[in-house]
């Protein structure tokens, strides 16, 4: 069965950082495009950050330009998201996306497969 997994999230002051990781079962991620989503409450799903298939990032969302940083680790076959410099407005659930496409894609529904979401919350 082909799974993604996500982990990391927690709670954390403003200020602070996380990590999380996307961790796929049944297949390999390394030629996958790989896309973190966010979902702060009351709103729609929004991608954040993308690690192509052929290892190029696309930055979707502005407001973690400089913060955020995406990358792949094929040995562990998983994707992180390293997060620094947290605020409020970073809460949400967080989740991984994959697609067989070697391109980012900002579309939900141009991702095969879904993790369940992993929440972070950001407050004092």
């Known amino acids: 069965q082909l799974q993604l997994v996500e982990s990391g999230g927690g709670l954390v002051q403003p200020g602070g950082s996380l990590r999380l990781s996307c961790a796929a079962s049944g297949f390999t991620l390394n030629y996958y495009t790989i896309t973190w989503f966010h979902q702060a409450p009351g709103k729609e799903r929004e991608a954040v950050l993308c690690?192509?298939?052929?290892?190029?990032?696309?930055n979707y969302a502005t407001s973690v330009k400089g913060r955020f940083t995406i990358s792949r680790d094929n040995a562990k076959n998983t994707v992180s998201l390293q997060m620094d410099s947290l605020k409020p407005d970073d809460t949400g659930i967080y989740y991984c996306?994959?697609?067989?496409?070697?391109?980012?894609?900002?579309?939900?529904?141009?991702?095969?497969?879904w993790g369940q979401g992993t929440q972070v919350t950001v407050s004092s």
């Open positions: 996306a994959a697609s067989g496409s070697f391109y980012c894609s900002q579309v939900p529904g141009e991702y095969n497969y």
């Open positions: 690690i192509s298939g052929t290892g190029g990032t696309t």
